[in-house]
């Protein structure tokens, strides 16, 4: 098969078990890989001392990825030697490299160092009622004019007459060059419609040049050439070793725009190049050029045009045979595997719009990607990739995720999003994003930082240890899947007309196709999509069962599709025909390959016909159930997904959340599992790294046992085969003796010693043995890991001498200053630093007046700002000293000392430079004080001495973005008994416990408690450490916006009415009481 011998990643996958030793410290290959955001001007320091902090955290290594902020120049020699440098380091500690391709995103420009040759740069064909005078009279002249030197906006190519009834095509007719010069708008009742190759606009965002044509194969190669063959001659004999694969994100082709109306006039786009009419007439043998306006406009009728199948068919095809399958045999032929993701692969519409068909594009990917943002359940862009990549025998699936959920997304967040991707397929997981510096703009880069500006990063091996020992266990042997499910992607390019007149159908072909999504993976039946493009390849020999590629299928399901393939047909009518199950569900298609035919019809009535619904669906296919998990009352389970896997002699089955829980977290849900087959079956604690049989039975050849979840929980089991016919004898070897405890991976939890004999244990929750002794209402005291933080993001500014400017948000300022000097303003398209060249001398320059009042004289404090070397600060009329003393949150943020802070009014001065380059950006005034908000303003007060439970943003702390630890004095009720501790309600991404000074572990999912062990007599030291999020001091605080999702740059600059002056603080702290019990 294609691509297998490419690298090998999971090496281990192929010892005849997995090893204790493996499973409890799984190795660099298992664990995440964040995207390391390249933001700044890169040294030695700052990779050896975040390498650090990556290994400490628990990952595998890191993708290099350049991103907003850049300054070292891109692809240039310093810029290589550094990857070199990371590679050799980051072997050294036993981590793997992995690259990027580009910089920034998409993938493809190279920083616009490939598009700088204009017959490389993305262009798109647009269909207009104007006549556009600035485009050149034909191809001939427009390379002429690139050829000179000129940037020509594109060329004629044609247009056409066209003549509507009722919306629909009547007649049209392409004109001649001559006929469309001297045409008469509304002859004989038809309007003309022109077309002409457009290019694509410059763009900051691609360094002033733009995208590449990413249908154009030269255009891939040359892409090729500047930026994988450096790598290669960098760092390539580390390819397929220490540098696994090289990530490609979010390639796409320029959006194919529907009109709004079937009448409208509007300038309308589609997805072209030069020569796509050529190539489509080579494999149709029909002129594109001929037959376009079929592609925008419905025929009449209800007739489909088999044009516009074929367009989006040929569309599909080019762009993956130009960027895909050059990208990938690159690859291949030097060892390393081309994984990542590309754009808007979720619904039928949005991969239409973007690239054609998802799947279709994975086929040279040694690892398929995909991307989760804003913690959205994109279970389809999942199946999607994963489905290619079993079928391919692929051994994993990269995940990007964690992206836009901001500084306060918790660990809650982190494992139930990594968990249900686990159960999905995903093998990979690339926290998005890893900051190397928070300068200027790149504070603003889609945060949170995972890395060390995060203060619980020390605290993330616990997340990291999860997922990689998931790991261990799915990346062996093969899942087990008996269904598969034809994608309906072709049903909606024959329904991409205009809206008025299609986009009912298109939304109900989307609704179903996220509805059989969750009907089924909710429903607990594990699937596989089946592109239609590649299963000619996939299933050369079709029978029963329908063998795709690597997996093989029993059951086959067509999901109320319109349209089908002949050779899809081919394979269905030999599998019915040899005993598989065909089910229709919905309508049956009438159209196949895009003409008429009673074909598919044929067939149905030879298979299972359901309605398309989930009642129907999921009864036809009982006897393809594997697992099956019911509530106590009998319903099926609704909130949980799976994934199963023969390994030689025995199974792995995963089960997970996948929705976090709303209400109380200290009640369990109760479930009854039944497995098909008789099986031992052992629990392996993820959160421990031990392992333990549990106590099952047997009822008709079925294997049941109980167990009670928390919202957070997942299972990691192995299932030996207790069959005559499965009996190996690999697992009767001494399991250990299993200790049940109360803590938070699930209801029960194995802590194993070995030992010569087993002890099985149960999935059912001791809760009646839990007896409540003590309440804790508020803590003795408290402690700070960092000093408290006043925010200035308000100042009064002067542009050189002009009038002092009123009061307003530093980001404001900055665009206005910026509007001033005809600046590009900083937002997300923004020019990269090292495309920028420094100028000779600075003219222009910005002085900021920042006021605040103070209840209390204050020494000791500091200002930390970003680059304080270039400004000339004053404070109170006093002198700043330029010399940083440490930096806050991130070393690009540095601290000066501050002459004393004064009862009443503080004025604050700075002057700066100001050119393309400057960053105008928030202040902090650090220091041992309370700080109270008041409307818009915030005043300096004497420092919280005590708290209570509950938001410590308004007991001083507003901006307080640290770690806080609650000191407590606890005393055993009994010292024969072992104390639990209980956390119902807090505000933090996770908690640490600390007992007389012995870290006790973490509380960071339900139900919230923790063993304290025995307590022996007297009074012992109780620390709760809450970690601490980035939100309050970094954070959206001015946008109102309840549900913006985009966290990203423009999401700090809203207007109207999703602006507020005011603050808006999102709570922190422990909110109620703590609770001690007994066991």
């Not at 700088?116 to 050149?136: G, Y």
């Not at 030197?149 to 095509?169: F, H, N, Q, R, W």
């Not at 399958?325 to 595997?337: L, R």
């Not at 002057?911 to 303003?937: A, C, H, Q």
Request: proline share 4%.
């Amino acid at each position: 098969m294609k691509g297998m011998a490419i690298i090998m990643l999971y090496k281990k996958k192929n010892q005849q078990e997995l090893s204790d030793e493996l499973f409890c410290q799984p190795t660099s290959e298992y664990r995440g890989t964040p995207f390391w955001s390249w933001n700044c001007k890169i040294t030695k320091e700052l990779i050896d001392e975040q390498l650090e902090v990556f290994k400490k955290m628990g990952f595998g290594g890191a993708h290099l990825h350049p991103r907003t902020g850049l300054a070292t120049p891109y692809m240039g020699e310093e810029y290589l030697e550094y990857i070199r440098y990371t590679c050799d380091r980051a072997k050294e500690m036993g981590m793997l490299t992995w690259l990027y391709d580009e910089d920034r995103y998409p993938s493809g420009a190279a920083g616009g160092l490939v598009t700088e040759d204009l017959e490389l740069r993305s262009r798109h064909l647009v269909l207009s009622r104007k006549q556009k005078a600035e485009m050149c009279k034909d191809r001939e002249e427009f390379l002429r004019q690139i050829h000179s030197g000129e940037k020509p906006a594109g060329y004629y190519v044609t247009a056409y007459e066209i003549s509507l009834e009722k919306g629909c095509l009547s007649s049209y007719r392409r004109l001649s060059p001559e006929e469309a010069e001297h045409a008469v708008q509304e002859e004989k009742g038809g309007r003309v419609w022109y077309a002409y190759l457009v290019l694509a606009e410059e763009s900051p965002w691609f360094n002033d040049q733009t995208y590449l044509d990413a249908l154009n194969k030269k255009a891939v190669e040359r892409f090729i050439e500047v930026t994988h063959e450096r790598y290669y001659k960098a760092v390539g004999d580390e390819f397929g070793e220490a540098i696994p694969a090289i990530f490609t994100d979010e390639p796409h082709v320029k959006g194919k725009m529907t009109l709004p109306f079937a009448e409208s006039e509007g300038d309308v786009t589609l997805v072209y190049t030069d020569d796509f009419s050529d190539t489509f007439k080579a494999q149709y043998q029909v002129e594109l050029l001929d037959v376009l306006p079929e592609i925008l406009w419905e025929l009449q009728d209800g007739r489909v045009s088999i044009h516009r199948y074929h367009y989006h068919d040929h569309l599909t095809e080019r762009f993956v045979s130009a960027y895909s399958d050059t990208i990938g045999e690159w690859c291949e032929k030097h060892k390393i595997a081309l994984t990542g993701h590309f754009l808007s692969e979720r619904t039928l519409f949005s991969q239409t719009l973007a690239l054609g068909e998802a799947m279709r594009c994975y086929r040279s990917f040694q690892l398929p990607g995909i991307d989760i943002l804003c913690d959205q359940k994109e279970l389809s862009t999942a199946k999607q990739a994963v489905s290619v990549a079993r079928q391919k025998g692929r051994e994993g699936v990269i995940s990007e995720l964690y992206g836009v959920t901001h500084w306060d997304y918790g660990y809650k967040g982190h494992k139930l999003q990594g968990d249900w991707q686990a159960a999905l397929g995903v093998t990979i997981r690339t926290p998005h994003l890893a900051f190397m510096s928070m300068e200027g703009e790149a504070k603003r880069d889609w945060p949170a930082s995972i890395s060390y500006q995060s203060p619980w990063y020390e605290t993330y091996s616990y997340i990291e240890d999860h997922f990689a020992r998931v790991n261990t266990a799915l990346t062996r042997g093969k899942a087990i899947v008996k269904v598969g499910v034809i994608h309906p992607i072709e049903s909606f390019w024959i329904s991409y007309g205009p809206n008025d007149q299609t986009q009912t159908i298109r939304d109900q072909l989307d609704a179903n196709y996220e509805n059989l999504m969750q009907w089924l993976l909710y429903g607990m039946v594990d699937f596989d999509l089946i592109s239609e493009a590649l299963l000619p390849e996939q299933c050369a020999v079709p029978g029963a069962p329908l063998k795709v590629g690597g997996m093989e299928y029993d059951t086959i399901l067509v999901p109320d599709c319109r349209i089908i393939r002949s050779t899809t047909l081919d394979r269905l009518e030999v599998f019915a025909r040899q005993g598989g199950k065909v089910i229709f569900a919905g309508r049956v298609p009438r159209l196949v390959d895009a003409q008429e035919s009673d074909r598919a019809q044929q067939l149905a009535d030879r298979s299972v016909r359901i309605s398309f619904n989930r009642e129907e669906l999921l009864d036809s296919l009982k006897e393809d159930r594997l697992i099956e998990v019911r509530q106590k009352n009998g319903k099926l389970s609704d909130n949980l997904f799976y994934q199963l896997r023969q390994d030689n002699n025995c199974r792995w089955l995963f089960i997970c959340h996948v929705k976090q829980k709303k209400n109380r977290i200290d009640i369990p849900e109760e479930y009854q599992l039944r497995l098909k087959g008789a099986y031992r079956v052992f629990l392996y604690d993820t959160l421990k790294g031990s392992k333990a049989e549990l106590d099952v039975e047997y009822q008709n050849g079925d294997t049941l046992f109980p167990m009670e979840l928390y919202g957070e929980d997942s299972l990691l089991l192995k299932l030996i085969d207790q069959s005559p016919e499965g009996r190996t004898g690999a697992e009767d070897q001494g399991i250990g003796t299993a200790t049940v405890e109360l803590v938070d991976q699930a209801s029960v939890i194995a802590s194993m010693e070995l030992a010569d004999q087993d002890q099985k244990i149960s999935m059912i929750a001791m809760e009646p043995t839990l007896h409540k002794v003590k309440t804790l209402y508020g803590p003795k005291g408290f402690t700070l890991s960092e000093p408290n933080a006043l925010l200035l993001d308000y100042a009064q500014y002067q542009f050189n001498d002009g009038e002092i400017q009123p009061r307003n948000e530093i980001l404001r300022i900055d665009n206005e200053i910026r509007s001033r000097l005809g600046l590009p303003r900083r937002q997300d398209a923004y020019k990269q630093p090292w495309r920028i060249p420094d100028e000779e001398e600075v003219k222009d320059f910005v002085t900021l007046y920042y006021d605040f009042e103070s209840e209390i004289e204050i020494k000791g404090a500091q200002l930390a700002l970003e680059r304080p070397e270039n400004a000339e600060i004053t404070f109170n009329g006093e002198k700043v000293t330029k010399s940083p003393i440490g930096y806050y949150v991130d070393r690009f943020i540095r601290t000066l000392p501050l002459p004393a802070i004064k009862k009443g009014s503080n004025h604050l001065m700075l002057r700066i430079p100001f050119w393309r380059k400057t960053n105008l950006e928030n202040l902090y005034i650090l220091g041992d004080f309370g700080v109270s908000v008041r409307g818009t303003l915030a005043v300096l007060t004497e420092a919280p001495t005590r708290l209570e439970f509950g938001d410590i943003t308004g007991q001083g702390l507003p901006f307080y973005t640290g770690n806080l630890t609650y000191h407590f004095d606890v005393e055993a009720a009994s010292e024969e008994k072992e104390t639990i501790l209980c956390v119902p309600h807090f505000a933090s991404p996770v908690l640490g416990l600390c007992l007389d000074g012995e870290d006790k572990g973490l509380i960071a999912f339900a139900p919230h408690r923790l063993s304290l062990g025995k307590l022996g007599k007297g009074l012992h030291k109780l620390d709760i450490i809450l970690y601490g999020n980035r939100f309050n001091g970094f954070g959206t605080l001015h946008n109102c916006n309840d549900e913006y999702m985009w966290y990203g740059p423009d999401s700090y600059r809203t207007t109207g009415s999703e602006w507020s002056e005011s603050y808006g603080l999102r709570p922190v702290g422990i909110l109620s009481r703590v609770e001690l019990y007994e066991r």
